[in-house]
């Protein structure tokens, strides 16, 4: 009976702490003041979106519409480029950091692409070797 009695003034305590924990958090979160929503930001956001969607309806025009060769592959990678930019300037907020940080992000990449471009030409040419 002793331990019975132990037992459950040790849950009736913890029980009440519970509910002092849960009082004071929502206490806490209904002090929550909403913002009005920035309308300038908001339209920068559609602006993005809308240069995002049009360069993707390019793309779908010039896929439907030109034959395939080497000139499509190029535009491809140039609209796919300018995709890029916009999506790492705007939503990854590279466009406002300091020129060097940006230049220290391009320039790895641009040596990156330049390593991968000559490691695809010079795999080539070794299948071209006579045997």
Not at 24 to 32: G, P
Not at 40 to 46: G, R, S, T
Not at 80 to 93: C, G, N, P
Request: hydrophobic fraction near 60%.
């Amino acid at each position: 009976p002793c331990m019975g009695i132990c037992i459950y003034l040790l849950l009736s305590d913890l029980i009440e702490k519970v509910k002092i924990l849960l009082d004071m958090a929502i206490e806490q979160t209904s002090n929550i003041v909403v913002q009005p929503a920035d309308k300038e930001k908001i339209a920068k956001i559609w602006k993005t979106a809308g240069l995002l969607a049009i360069v993707t309806a390019i793309e779908f025009v010039f896929a439907f519409t030109m034959s395939r060769g080497p000139l499509l592959i190029s535009i491809f990678i140039g609209l796919t480029l300018v995709k890029a930019f916009y999506i790492v300037a705007e939503f990854m907020h590279l466009k406002h950091e300091v020129k060097v940080l940006i230049w220290s992000i391009l320039i790895p990449l641009i040596f990156l692409v330049w390593l991968v471009l000559a490691l695809l030409i010079e795999g080539d040419s070794m299948l071209q070797l006579p045997s």
